[in-house]
């Protein structure tokens, strides 16, 4: 095969003006608001902001204290009624934007590419490792995470009559189909760590970001935690970074065993 | 509020290159196979290939008929074993792809630009509904669905002296739980769609090729179909489609009917 040298001359032409940092202007210009439900994935959107040393405002909602579900206030801010949301005005234009992956993706390329691996790598491999991780957190990542969550809330939200009948199926479910694919998941996540720092291209970025709710909820899974001794490391030195510290402060400590 | 200037002529910089159709020798020099299982998400990936005009192999697999799972051979591609995985060979090096949402990502801004919406696009908004969807079609849109999967299932995959009980909690389950936000996922989608003929900034993207799969996971549920005439109206557009069509006649068209 011939080296690819148109593309990799207009590739690293690109490269060139997304890894020079976002002007200070940039960050000036936009006034970004984090609707922030408690115990929820918008808690590493404020890790994120403070890792890019932006200025955003924290507008805090409470879950219902019975079915744990986000409050329908948070409608009002985005037709699905789910957090993270994020509004952000910018020269007079406003957006509104759920998704955590598409809140990652899109302040990371337009406030603060230092967080990204450009598209125009040379490191094909960093690049696919970078988009893996950002949608694979909220795809693969999350759902049998949700399904520890639907199976261990069945019979506490279900008539009291069929709780000993809805435990059986709960348990069931779990054992047979839930805890192997949460244990292959999480499996998977170690040995992609094996050796490495973060998850993609060597440097902290977005799909770090990402990737740190999936570890909370190891945390907090039925699973024995110290199997998992590369993402224990990776989370740790997460955890220590002061811009995670500071998103403590304005936010807060999500309670992911409260689901479960 | 100034106009960003400096953000804006760096972004429009960036803009200039990645608008530009990439060169003969990147579709040329890229081998690019896809592990195609039957009745997946893997379809997309064809009709992805196909717009943008690339040669690609397909490799198929077929789902084991009882548990309706994807083959242990999946498995020798990527860890997790799933579909769709793509394998591409480019000036020598090897790169294996899974999870759809990084799939479409990764080949549309390295091969195809013409599906993607710049991150230096001066509308804020397009942008942003370019990734919102990318990562919501397998985020907050795929999760209902595969409850609904699940749920269907588990009496079918149960033992069948529990099969009246489970019939049982799987009604409640559907009924109290999935189906409201199934329903709540696609009025979203119909008012998203109201008075547009594609996701995102006007123009057939990514967003679309990933949203189909939601579109065919809305034709095989027990939701009525003719409530949403704006998805069938986008839906039938795509359907149209040569590359679509072409991609049908690679693959195959899913049959989503026998998960529920």
Redesign the interface.
Do not use: C
């Given at each position: 095969?011939?080296?690819?040298?148109?593309?990799s001359t207009?590739l690293s032409?690109?490269n060139d003006?997304?890894t020079?940092p976002?002007?200070t202007?940039?960050k000036m210009?936009a006034k970004i608001t984090v609707h922030w439900l408690e115990d929820s994935r918008a808690q590493r959107i404020l890790w994120l902001l403070e890792e890019l040393g932006l200025d955003y405002e924290v507008k805090r909602y409470s879950r219902d204290p019975k079915t744990l579900l986000a409050p329908k206030e948070l409608a009002d801010v985005h037709?699905?009624g789910?957090s993270p949301v994020v509004t952000?005005v910018?020269?007079?234009?406003t957006?509104t934007?759920?998704?955590?992956?598409?809140i990652v993706?899109?302040i990371v390329?337009?406030y603060g590419s230092n967080l990204s691996i450009p598209?125009s790598s040379s490191d094909?491999?960093a690049?696919?490792d970078y988009?893996?991780w950002?949608?694979?957190a909220?795809?693969?990542g999350?759902?049998p995470l949700?399904?520890s969550i639907?199976f261990a809330q069945?019979p506490k939200q279900?008539p009291w009559l069929a709780k000993p009948?809805?435990n059986g199926?709960s348990y069931?479910?779990m054992s047979q189909?839930v805890l192997p694919r949460l244990k292959?998941?999480f499996r998977?996540i170690e040995?992609s760590l094996a050796g490495k720092d973060y998850f993609a291209g060597g440097k902290l970025t977005g799909a770090d970001i990402m990737m740190s709710f999936i570890a909370e909820g190891l945390e907090s899974s039925p699973l024995p935690n110290d199997k998992y001794p590369n993402i224990f490391r990776w989370y740790n030195s997460m955890l220590e970074r002061t811009a995670y510290k500071k998103a403590l402060e304005k936010g807060g400590k999500n309670d992911l065993g409260r689901f479960t």
């Open positions: 095969l011939l080296p690819n040298t148109a593309a207009r032409q690109v003006h997304l020079q976002n002007s202007d940039s210009a037709p699905l789910k952000i910018e020269d007079g234009k957006l934007l759920a998704e955590s992956g598409a993706e899109f390329e337009r598209a094909m491999q690049r696919a988009l893996y950002l949608h694979w909220e795809g693969s999350m759902l949700m399904f639907v069945l279900g009948l809805l199926v069931g479910a189909f292959e998941n998977f040995q």
